[in-house]
């Protein structure tokens, strides 16, 4: 408990340094201070504000191209997926189950997943097709 109150009044010390090392000019000319505030962030060394709206918008761009763009692309594959179902065609769910398709109601969608087993589930639960699956299983238990 006596070094954690040591180290605070060590980081107090270190501010209190470098509060007093920054000197802020006073001025009752309102105009003058305006007029000096460009002069004085080219004095102080500052970098010019283009710079970190540059880098926040690389930054931007970045994140852009690596995420929310290849997100996009999935979901419009898997909405035209789903669109493209018809009755008969054997898919697996989200939660793994094989099946195929018996009937199709709007959002709707019964799988037979064995003889006499039909479960109704929504349509958006469906994850592709079970060639698809089967093959990304193979080739993980390749690897």
Do not use: C
Request: charged share 15%; no cysteine; hydrophobic share 50%.
């Amino acid at each position: 408990m006596q070094l954690l109150g040591m180290q605070i009044a060590g980081h107090l010390m270190n501010m209190q340094a470098l509060f007093a090392q920054v000197d802020v000019p006073v001025t009752g000319a309102p105009a003058a201070a305006a007029g000096a505030a460009p002069a004085a962030a080219a004095a102080s060394g500052q970098p010019p504000m283009w710079g970190n709206i540059l880098l926040f918008g690389g930054m931007f761009v970045l994140i852009y191209f690596m995420m929310i763009r290849p997100q996009s692309q999935r979901a419009k594959k898997q909405k035209s997926f789903l669109d493209d179902l018809k009755v008969g065609a054997r898919v697996v769910t989200t939660s793994g189950l094989f099946g195929e398709i018996v009937t199709m109601k709007g959002s709707e969608v019964e799988l037979k997943i064995a003889d006499r087993v039909t479960i109704r589930m929504l349509k958006s639960q469906i994850a592709g097709a079970e060639t698809t699956a089967a093959q990304a299983v193979a080739d993980a238990n390749a690897r």
